[in-house]
């Protein structure tokens, strides 16, 4: 494999404006910065550059992946030992054994859901339990796995709604309060005012 990093700036900048305007990435990935972080990103987590693009997104600023890719990076280690996950009507149960540690179980159900405003939402009401799995594993994954999966969440837990399959739906819209709008305006006007000085 290349040494990414022998690889000069302008040359990966213009590998990233050629997938912009190729038209086929998603439509957040709208300018070369923002493709060629999620390239970089992808990179570190050992994933080539067109699958990080369509699979890595960035949600209020941090990376956020399917389940299923955290679940295939911790697979591509060699030492996922063992996996097992439970849905029932109250939620979701996830154990995953790592080779020569201890197994580990992450629980996810109605009281968490319930806590963290998620039981009314449509897709929690649509497919409960499998919504469940997915935040279960996650958080499983980044206690067995953390060197794997870098710290990532998925889209969900970064308040973005996805579907029973743990793919991106829509982003999180996010308004800010009157009260910092209010502030935000006093201080470029303050900023304006010593400008003037």
């Not at 793919?167 to 009260?179: F, G």
């Amino acid at each position: 494999m290349t040494n990414e990093l022998a690889i000069p700036l302008s040359d990966q900048m213009a590998q990233a404006e050629a997938f912009v305007k190729s038209g086929l990435l998603p439509a957040s990935v709208n300018t070369p910065e923002k493709a060629l972080i999620i390239i970089q990103k992808g990179r570190e987590l050992n994933i080539p550059p067109l699958e990080a693009l369509s699979s890595i997104n960035v949600i209020q600023g941090k990376p956020s992946v399917s389940p299923q890719l955290m679940l295939a990076l911790a697979r591509r280690t060699g030492q996922l030992h063992d996996i097992q996950m439970k849905i029932t009507n109250d939620g979701a149960t996830v154990t995953i054994t790592r080779t020569g540690q201890s197994p580990y179980t992450t629980m996810f159900g109605v009281v968490e859901a319930t806590d963290m405003g998620l039981i009314n939402k449509d897709n929690w009401k649509k497919q409960f339990g499998i919504m469940c799995q997915w935040r279960a594993l996650a958080a499983n994954l980044r206690i067995t796995f953390p060197d794997a999966i870098s710290g990532l969440y998925t889209p969900d837990e970064a308040g973005a709604i996805m579907d029973e399959e743990g793919a991106l739906v829509s982003r999180p819209t996010i308004q800010m309060p009157k009260a910092i709008q209010k502030d935000s305006v006093e201080t470029s006007e303050i900023i304006e005012n010593k400008e003037l000085i």
